[in-house]
């Protein structure tokens, strides 16, 4: 039985990086399950087997690349809990997100590329997992309490710099670690209290931050891997 679910989440991985390929190449609106199946080496009724509509098929998409995004920090933070402080945490992210541009799609709302997919069906779950870790964040004395609108104002500070590029050429000299450091810089003097914290208190709050994403990358994966298709034939 685990062998066949192991073999059928290949399969549905091996559909999904046909997706990836096409939507980052043709954009949302223009791809069909076609130009998928196509693409896979697969029969189109195969892909229904997984999901009941291609846009369910994109979701599970971008719900993998977030997944994976979340292995990526959770093996920072395994390695070295002090990555879970707000401005390596954020600077992280955004290197991560410069190397995928589905994912950098996602943060900017980019809908020529994602079509209508900007929302997804765990979104509720993202804002549990955001609002619990800022609470740590928050608690643990590792981003100030003070701050008016707390999530508004991060998020507004860390998304200029997913953005400025579409918008002037200011940064056109800078390589991607120049604005991760200069984002950490702003998360840094702007937002964390200016006493570090201890190495205990870091990895305490590592230790809630890895159980929280732990619990969403769970939920991803039963998402996107919520059926087990017929097995193919030999």
Known sequence: MAERSDRTAGRADRILDAA?????????????????????????????????????????????????????LLARLDEDPAEVVPHRFHRAVFLHTQQNPLLGALITGNTELLGRLKKHPLQDQDAVVTERYLKTMTDRGLLRDDIPNLLF????????????????????DLDSEEKADAL????????????????????????????????????YRAWIYRKDGPEEPA
Do not use: C
């Open 20 to 72: 990836g390929v096409l939507l980052t190449r043709l954009g949302y609106r223009k791809v069909t399950i076609e130009d998928i199946a196509s693409q896979a080496g697969i029969g189109k009724g195969t892909i229904y087997l997984h999901w009941p509509t291609k846009e369910t098929l994109f979701h599970a998409l971008l719900l993998r690349e977030s997944l994976r995004a979340a292995e990526n």
């Open 184 to 219: 950490a810089h702003i998360i840094r003097t702007a937002f964390e209290p200016p006493e570090p914290p201890s190495p205990a208190n870091v990895a305490a709050t590592a230790a809630e931050v890895i159980q929280a994403f732990q619990d969403l990358i769970s939920s």
């Open 153 to 172: 104002s991060l998020r507004a500070s860390a998304l200029g710099f997913y953005l400025m590029d579409s918008f002037t050429a200011d940064g056109a």
